[in-house]
Nanobody, 126 residues
Framework: EVQLVESGGDMVQAGESLRVSCAAS????????IGWFRQAPGKEREGISC????????RYAIFVEGRATISSDNAKNTVYLQMNSLKPEDTAVYYC???????????????????WGQGTQVTVSS
């Protein structure tokens, strides 16, 4: 059974950094692309970043470029999202998801993704 479990969400102050984790089970990272998404209250879900551990490709949304780094630890079957210089507008529930249909690269469209975690709350205070 494919499972994704996010962790690391916290309440931080603006300007601080945070790393959220996505632990995968039921499959190996080398076979799927992993994406990070977020959804704030009253807003649509948006893609933040994704990685394809098979070829190492990554993609970032414009609003996090320069502030976020996505990485994978294949031995731990875990994907990380490091976010720096956090802003109050980064407050949201952060989700990771797995795309089993991609061969190369990754995309930030949520409809591409097949499995989702339950999310972890990130709150940034000003």
């Amino acid at each position: 059974e494919v499972q994704l479990v996010e962790s690391g969400g916290d309440m931080v102050q603006a300007g601080e950094s945070l790393r959220v984790s996505c632990a995968a089970s039921g499959f190996t990272l080398g076979g799927y692309a992993i994406g990070w998404f977020r959804q704030a209250p009253g807003k649509e879900r948006e893609g933040i970043s994704c990685i394809n551990p098979k070829d190492g490709s990554t993609r970032y949304a414009i609003f996090v470029e320069g502030r976020a780094t996505i990485s994978s630890d294949n031995a731990k079957n875990t994907v990380y999202l490091q976010m720096n210089s956090l802003k109050p507008e980064d407050t949201a529930v952060y989700y990771c998801a797995a795309d089993i249909g991609v061969l190369h690269g990754c995309l930030l469209h949520d409809f591409e993704y097949d499995y989702w975690g339950q999310g972890t709350q990130v709150t940034v205070s000003s």
